[in-house]
């Protein structure tokens, strides 16, 4: 009786066994993490798109002060939206002051960083220990960020001096931020022979 019972329990704990190895063995192929189911959820969670005109808002800045984006019409400006938690965030902010913030210094250029969701003490704390110097927008309630995408981040919105929407990027990928960089050492070149 007793060794019944046994063979049971083992085959019930083999049983488990192979079906729990099928369903990590077959997961990878149900997981949304191909490039297209990719792009798919990147593109459904982007609310504003390449030739849509940016819309308007102010932010406040670490500083005290408020930025109306609709007031930088004529310069091209990057709005970037992040957090201090995330990852390829932080790894994109360390590339911001040397490849974007210095090298457009003096041309009609606003880089506009916008910290989603999180408090200022949290996003003036993290500036601080990083070092960085640039200007920083605050978006506690997400009331910025809601306007243009419903998920991920960082995201950039590339925006034209015209205000329509130059370029897109979402994540971060060394080869798309230097994409991002030499769009905007076109838009700001033509800007200047214009």
């Known amino acids: 009786m007793a060794a019944k019972k046994n063979n049971r329990l083992l085959f019930i704990l083999l049983a488990l066994i192979v079906l729990i190895g099928g369903i990590i063995l077959f997961m990878p192929t149900m997981a949304p993490d191909n490039a297209q189911n990719k792009r798919q959820t990147t593109e459904e969670t982007t609310l504003v798109k390449v030739g849509d005109t940016a819309p308007d808002f102010t932010v406040e800045m670490l500083s005290g002060e408020r930025i ?90 590339l925006i034209g001096s015209d205000g329509k929407v130059m370029l897109t990027t979402v994540g971060f990928d060394a080869a798309e931020f230097a994409h991002l960089t030499q769009t905007i050492d076109g838009a700001t070149q033509t800007q200047k022979e214009q």
């Open 68 to 157: 109306t984006l609709s007031e930088l019409k004529g310069k091209v400006v990057l709005v970037t939206f992040w957090a201090t938690w995330c990852p390829p965030c932080r790894e994109e902010l360390t590339h911001v002051q040397k490849e974007i913030v210095d090298r457009f210094a003096g041309r009609d250029f606003v880089f506009l960083p916008v910290s989603r969701g999180e408090e200022k003490a949290v996003v003036e704390k993290f500036i601080a220990e990083k070092g960085y110097t640039f200007p920083v927008g605050i978006d506690p309630q997400r009331k910025v960020y809601d306007l243009f995408a419903s998920n991920y981040v960082p995201r950039n919105f």
